[in-house]
């Protein structure tokens, strides 16, 4: 019996001998995992909360469009970029009203807001729309150069056609024809290439002939 009191003391010994080197380092870690734990389930509630809230925020902005008001739309939008800009609902929302603003005349709020959308929004798809629809509204105030900034960029794939047709709307109101026809060619090209990669009939569909109209009404190829 002896023998097992003088095994269990010396382990004893050996536990205090390691918890005074380590106790220390052993707490600081139980501490940091535990205030980890308690600060990524706050983050995580947190985020709960920005959403739960935005997306009523957004209802709002849903509503407004309905009832085609673009002032309670514009509100609600400015609302969801102050306080919840970290949500998608803020760039949905963005382009929504912007649509709005420019139906109303208010090209100064569009384009704040789509301009927003651009640089902010969390999807790289809604970026691409936003600089689109930004765009567009450039080439009505003939601000050519500056619609032609915001086609710069490389879009999605889905996008591309999209993109060189605008470029070819802002040439041709230039009237710069060989580079509008460039573009809309550009635009047909990639189309095609879109429809046989889904194995959709090529050099068929209603936007494919607007497009094709636009080349041919510059003296451009025929399909």
């Known amino acids: 019996m002896a023998v097992y009191d003088l095994e269990e003391q010396e382990q004893l010994d050996e536990i205090k001998t390691w918890w ?45 469009a309905g009832e085609h008001d673009a002032k309670k739309a514009r509100e609600a939008t400015g609302e969801l970029i102050d306080k919840f800009s970290g949500t998608a609902y803020a760039s949905l929302a963005a382009l929504l009203s912007a649509k709005m603003q420019v139906t109303s005349g208010d090209l100064k709020t569009a384009k704040l807001q789509l ?25 009505d105030e003939k601000a050519y150069d ?27 109101a230039q009237g710069k024809q060989a580079d509008a026809k460039t573009a809309y060619q550009a635009a047909l090209n990639k189309l ?9 009939d090529q050099h068929r ?18 399909p």
């Open 115 to 139: 301009g927003w959308a651009a640089d902010n929004a969390r999807d790289s798809e809604v970026r691409d729309l936003a600089r689109l629809r930004l765009a567009a509204v450039l080439l």
């Open 20 to 64: 005074k080197q380590y106790g220390n380092l052993v707490t600081a870690v139980v501490v940091v995992v535990a205030v980890g734990m308690v600060g990524w389930q706050g983050w995580n509630w947190w985020q709960r909360d920005q959403s739960t809230q935005a997306a009523a925020v957004y209802a709002v902005v849903e509503r407004a």
């Open 192 to 200: 095609d290439e879109i429809q046989k990669t889904a194995g959709i």
């Open 205 to 222: 569909g209603q936007y494919r002939d607007l497009v094709q109209v636009k080349l041919e009404s510059l003296g451009g190829k025929q």
């Open 146 to 172: 500056e619609a032609l900034k915001q086609l710069a960029g490389e879009p999605a794939l889905a996008f591309f056609p999209r993109y060189s047709e605008l470029k070819g709307d802002i040439f041709a």
